[in-house]
């Protein structure tokens, strides 16, 4: 139930989202255990010069202002910190408070160990928003994933959903919405097993506050 100045502007059941949706069992297997890297065994460039340009160059770390700056990203002149930092922040209009938004996750981590993967996304979306100040309220999820009707695609999916749950708990930091995009494949070869965290932060001004200004409920 949602109210707006003592009155319920939006009223939906939960139970039949929650406790009454249909359950899938599809069969899945875990994700075996990686060995740890050995750093004996990696090439290590000569010259780190040349190969910070070479990281720098990569599409993963090169800037990514040319995808931003074709959107609206001041939202009708209420961006406070605009993209390029932890957190973007959002004022908005006719109060004190402000919000602060983060999107994160890293695949590679959750197609090595889903269950950490999951976890490491949950918590990389609550230091963003931390980073900024922010007192972090909630997350959305967007599962994105293979085809889950193989056993090993599904048990990414299961452990990157135990993962996140554990983290979730953890730091009083819930779930309360989300999608999911499955099938996603290319000549069979799935794509790394991505559970996208958005996360959404409360703080009060234009500006973060300190930390000691943070309290739920306000």
Same mark, same amino acid.
């Given at each position: 139930?949602?109210?707006?100045?003592?009155?319920?502007?939006?009223?939906?059941?939960?139970?039949?989202?929650?406790?009454?949706?249909?359950?899938?069992?599809?069969?899945?297997?875990?994700?075996?255990? $990686?060995? =740890?890297?050995?750093?004996? !065994? *990696? %090439? #290590?460039?000569? &010259?780190?010069?040349?190969?910070?340009?070479?990281?720098?160059?990569?599409?993963?770390?090169?800037?990514?202002?040319?995808?931003?700056?074709?959107?609206?990203?001041?939202?009708?002149?209420?961006?406070?910190?605009?993209?390029?930092?932890?957190?973007?922040?959002? $004022?908005? =209009?006719?109060?004190?408070? !402000? *919000? %602060? #938004?983060?999107? &994160?996750?890293?695949?590679?981590?959750?197609?090595?160990?889903?269950?950490?993967?999951?976890?490491?996304?949950?918590?990389?979306?609550?230091?963003?928003?931390?980073?900024?100040?922010?007192?972090?309220?909630?997350?959305?999820?967007?599962?994105?994933?293979?085809?889950?009707?193989?056993?090993?695609?599904? !048990?990414?999916?299961?452990?990157?959903?135990?993962?996140?749950?554990?983290?979730?708990?953890?730091?009083?930091?819930?779930?309360?919405?989300?999608?999911?995009?499955?099938?996603?494949?290319?000549?069979?070869?799935?794509?790394?097993?991505?559970?996208?965290?958005?996360?959404?932060?409360?703080?009060?001004?234009?500006?973060?506050?300190?930390?000691?200004?943070?309290?739920?409920?306000?």
């Amino acid at each position: 139930m949602l109210r707006r100045d003592g009155a319920v502007v939006a009223d939906l059941p939960v139970r039949p989202l929650v406790d009454e949706a249909p359950l899938y069992q599809r069969p899945w297997t875990p994700t075996a255990e $990686r060995p =740890p890297l050995a750093t004996a !065994g *990696l %090439a #290590l460039d000569d &010259d780190p010069a040349a190969a910070l340009i070479t990281l720098i160059g990569c599409p993963d770390l090169a800037s990514k202002r040319w995808v931003w700056e074709q959107y609206d990203h001041l939202v009708m002149g209420n961006t406070v910190q605009r993209p390029g930092g932890d957190a973007a922040i959002v $004022r908005l =209009p006719g109060g004190e408070k !402000g *919000l %602060a #938004l983060a999107t &994160d996750c890293t695949p590679r981590y959750c197609q090595a160990d889903p269950r950490r993967g999951g976890a490491q996304a949950v918590a990389e979306s609550w230091r963003n928003l931390t980073a900024v100040g922010a007192l972090p309220i909630a997350i959305t999820d967007n599962m994105n994933f293979g085809n889950p009707e193989r056993p090993e695609i599904m !048990g990414q999916f299961v452990g990157c959903i135990e993962g996140m749950r554990e983290a979730c708990l953890a730091l009083d930091y819930p779930v309360v919405s989300g999608n999911v995009s499955l099938y996603n494949e290319t000549n069979g070869q799935g794509i790394l097993p991505t559970p996208a965290i958005g996360g959404v932060g409360l703080f009060y001004g234009c500006r973060p506050p300190c930390p000691h200004r943070l309290r739920r409920g306000r």
